[in-house]
């Protein structure tokens, strides 16, 4: 990323990598060893903001912040007061969006009124099933009892938005019926659940037990069957879905969450985080200590900033904004697009449209393959059909 003069960042990410355990399906970039108190995440964080120029560099106040990890709560109360004293007073005055993602055991009442004082307006919880079997095979700390006894508590002290994730294409001899954890999640009346896809991801000690024949999730047919069950459900519910993993209530979709698919500009920091600007991708040094060492001596190093080519850009861009619900206006795409659009309409993978290309529950489970279909159109030029 150029270091010289840019616009005020208004979308802002930190990415707190401590977790009490890893999940054996995670494969962010996380650390089990979390530390006794804040300062070391905390000294952290100011050193890569001050190698980027900062918090000057920052939107007075910032549109939205996102604390993700990992697991922020683990860092109890002081995590708010931390951020407080590592970014100032301005970029938080009056901030519009203030999420943090939090796990249900660590939701004492302490915790929650006392980062509710210190101005965060939205939190996520990792809830990931209300099923019993599932929350062991998981990983999970927390009880099917726990989470609810969460969500109430969380929803008690009256944050502006609150959310839980939930997953869904577990082993069906764990848990075949995903949706009733949805069902859950909307008695307890969450303002906003997001629900996602278990990957086996290769260097998971799930994907090694995948490979291994030792492990069986649930295959793509079952997979595309549950989602499209719980998209109806959470449809049926008056839950909008803004994106295809998202479904919000009136006015509580996550503004970071937008502002990322739309590819506005946004700065992470922390390990393993990812910024967007100018066109440019940065993507910081994964492992904590590696993270740690490097801070002394400067930001991160250029080699981890990549320019993202004209082809790739479009591919990226493309995506991200079909995952949305309103997808791409046609004045947007070459002409070639409008047959692709009608192709995919007869197919029932868009919503018909004259206007906008945009994708039904179906097209979002064939996302990829879909985009790379209007890639290649585009590429061949003007199609027969249109």
Known sequence: MDRGPMNPIA???????????????????VSTEVPARLGPWQTTILGELAGLGGPEILADPLETLLVGGGTPSVLGPALTRGIRTALGEAPLREIGEWTVETNPEDLTPELLHGWRREGVTRLNVGIQ?????????????????????????????????????????????VDPNPEISVEWAIRWEAPHISVYELIAEPETLLGERVAAGLEDPANED???????????????????AYEMNAFARPSHASRHARAVLEQQPFLGLGPGAHSWIDGRERVNLRGWREYVRHLPTGPIPESFVEKATESSARLVRWASRLRLREGLAYAE??????????????????????????????????????????????????????
């Open 222 to 240: 079952q997979r595309a069957d549950q989602y499209l069950r719980i998209t109806a459900l959470l449809e049926g519910a008056g839950y909008q």
């Open 333 to 386: 795409l070459p002409a070639a697009a409008i047959a692709v659009g009608r192709r995919w309409d007869r197919a029932g993978w868009a919503v018909a449209d004259v206007e906008r290309l945009r994708l039904t529950p179906e097209g979002w489970l064939r996302l990829d393959a879909l985009v790379l279909e209007l890639d290649d159109a585009v590429s061949l030029g003007p199609m027969e059909g249109a």
């Open 11 to 29: 979308h802002l990410y930190l990415h707190v990598p401590f977790c009490r355990q890893r999940c054996p399906y995670c494969d962010f970039a």
């Open 129 to 173: 099933s209300t099923n019993s079997e599932a929350l062991r095979w998981l990983g999970r700390a927390h009880t099917p009892e726990g989470g609810r006894e969460a969500a109430h508590r969380v929803a008690a002290t009256g944050f502006d938005s609150w959310g839980v994730d939930l997953l869904y294409g577990l082993p069906p001899s």
